[in-house]
């Protein structure tokens, strides 16, 4: 069974690093366009910070890490954070090869769009590569609709990316 519970302690943190960085390593190996988007927004030592600060940078009660669990062993992880007070962007939604495709990816949406929307959210967003297909269609399936940027992205990102928001 699958249990998708906030990521709290400094262990947990440590986890979701780790599979931030794993997320990372995954989506620059899809092509090379997904690797020079990566290195893009997230250089290494951007990259570095941020998996450093992920404990305060996405604290309760304007952004919550979610650490999903099967039998005890983590399988993925997923975040948001506030982009305004009616806004919660979805960040690093990632789940292990072992268990890609058995729904814990949904879950984990499911579980950071109810916890948005108990904290007063009214939609959420999201950006994904166009070639991360199972992403995109895992969205649309979820009720997510294409919409445009909704961030300054830089002119030769914006071919390669497809941005998302649902209502809550």
Known sequence: MTLIRPAISDADIAVVAQMGWDYRAHVAAI?????????????????????????????????????????????????????????????????????????????????LMDQARKDGYTRVVLDTSKNLTPARALYAKLGFVERGPYQDIPDTALPHLVFFEAAL
Do not use: N, Q
């Open 31 to 111: 092509s090379p366009v997904e690797a020079e988007l990566m290195e893009t927004f997230y250089p290494v030592p951007k990259y570095t910070k941020l998996m450093d600060t992920l404990a305060t940078a996405h604290a309760r009660p304007r952004g919550i890490i979610l650490l999903a669990e099967i039998d005890g062993t983590p399988v993925g992880c997923a975040m948001t954070h506030a982009l305004d007070d009616t806004t919660a962007e979805i960040k690093r939604l990632y789940v292990t090869d072992a268990v890609r495709g058995h729904g814990v990816a949904a879950k984990l949406i499911h579980a």
